[in-house]
């Protein structure tokens, strides 16, 4: 939404009406306890997005913050739930587009499909788990102030080609890019990513900060430290044509 942690400050006091945010955001984040949950993250990952990840942690650690190991139990399955969520409410607002055979994307038009296939008792365990993840993650809360992961666990892929190999699996791409960006969209936390470098194609990659709610300054805070330590901060991803 925005190219720095300060704009995004600035769209958030206009959008909620808070502040003033932008101009209390610290880069000595002594206080500032950040956790990385190691189960969540055993998973195939590039070695150009755990490379970026490093920076992070290490920009985190020079300003001062304490940064630890958690884990979140139940936030393996919150990708799948997320997405069962989303697909059935988005099912419902758009379903007169299949009723209409409107022009579709193969991808929407397959995914609209697909949602029809989904029971009103897989919907309703779905959310009954989500109350599961949102216990869980206000526990390592009650442990550290922030938590961090990458946003994604592979670098950016054309699309013409989904499929990549990671760590000597498959998988793709379209479905894996929400392992860690569902969890906060499901619990409510203020989440933010924020850039960490280029990758060798010369497309950016980022982490992602998620905090307690109404903790957004904790959040951009943490990520304004972790911008100001990115040397390529300044710079737009290649274009392949």
Same mark, same amino acid.
């Given at each position: 939404?925005?190219?720095?942690?300060?704009?995004?400050?600035?769209?958030?006091?206009?959008?909620?009406?808070?502040?003033?945010?932008?101009?209390?955001?610290?880069?000595?984040?002594?206080?500032?306890?950040?956790?990385?949950?190691?189960?969540?993250?055993?998973?195939?990952? $590039?070695?150009?997005?755990?490379?970026? @990840?490093?920076?992070? !942690?290490? #920009?985190?650690?020079?300003? /001062? *913050?304490?940064?630890?190991?958690?884990?979140?139990?139940?936030?393996?399955?919150?990708?799948?739930?997320?997405?069962?969520?989303?697909?059935?409410?988005?099912?419902?607002?758009?379903?007169?587009?299949?009723?209409? $055979?409107?022009?579709?994307?193969?991808? @929407?038009?397959?995914? !609209?499909? #697909?949602?029809?296939?989904? /029971? *009103?008792?897989?919907?309703?365990?779905?959310?009954?788990?989500?109350?599961?993840?949102?216990?869980?993650?206000?526990?390592?809360?009650?442990?550290?102030?922030?938590?961090?992961?990458?946003?994604?666990?592979?670098?950016?892929?054309?699309?013409?080609?989904?499929?990549?190999?990671?760590?000597?699996?498959?998988?793709?791409?379209?479905?894996?890019?929400?392992?860690?960006?569902?969890?906060?969209?499901?619990?409510?936390?203020?989440?933010?990513?924020?850039?960490?470098?280029?990758?060798?194609?010369?497309?950016?990659?980022?982490?992602?900060?998620?905090?307690?709610?109404?903790?957004?300054?904790?959040?951009?805070?943490?990520?304004?430290?972790?911008?100001?330590?990115?040397?390529?901060?300044?710079?737009?991803?290649?274009?392949?044509?």
């Amino acid at each position: 939404m925005t190219r720095t942690v300060t704009d995004a400050a600035l769209m958030l006091e206009g959008m909620a009406a808070v502040g003033p945010l932008a101009e209390r955001l610290q880069v000595n984040l002594k206080e500032f306890r950040v956790g990385v949950p190691v189960d969540w993250l055993d998973t195939p990952t $590039e070695e150009d997005v755990k490379d970026g @990840f490093q920076v992070a !942690l290490d #920009a985190l650690r020079r300003a /001062g *913050a304490h940064v630890r190991e958690v884990r979140l139990p139940y936030a393996e399955p919150s990708e799948t739930l997320g997405a069962l969520i989303t697909h059935v409410d988005c099912f419902g607002k758009y379903r007169f587009l299949l009723e209409s $055979e409107a022009k579709l994307s193969p991808f @929407f038009h397959e995914l !609209l499909l #697909a949602t029809e296939l989904y /029971g *009103a008792a897989d919907y309703l365990t779905a959310q009954r788990l989500r109350r599961l993840l949102v216990s869980d993650v206000e526990a390592v809360h009650s442990e550290v102030d922030l938590i961090i992961t990458p946003t994604v666990p592979f670098r950016a892929a054309r699309l013409d080609d989904m499929q990549l190999t990671v760590d000597g699996l498959v998988v793709d791409a379209r479905t894996g890019q929400g392992r860690f960006t569902r969890l906060s969209n499901l619990t409510g936390q203020p989440s933010v990513s924020v850039p960490v470098g280029i990758d060798s194609n010369g497309m950016p990659l980022s982490v992602q900060v998620i905090g307690r709610p109404y903790e957004e300054r904790a959040v951009l805070s943490a990520a304004r430290v972790i911008e100001l330590a990115n040397p390529r901060s300044i710079a737009r991803p290649s274009v392949h044509l």
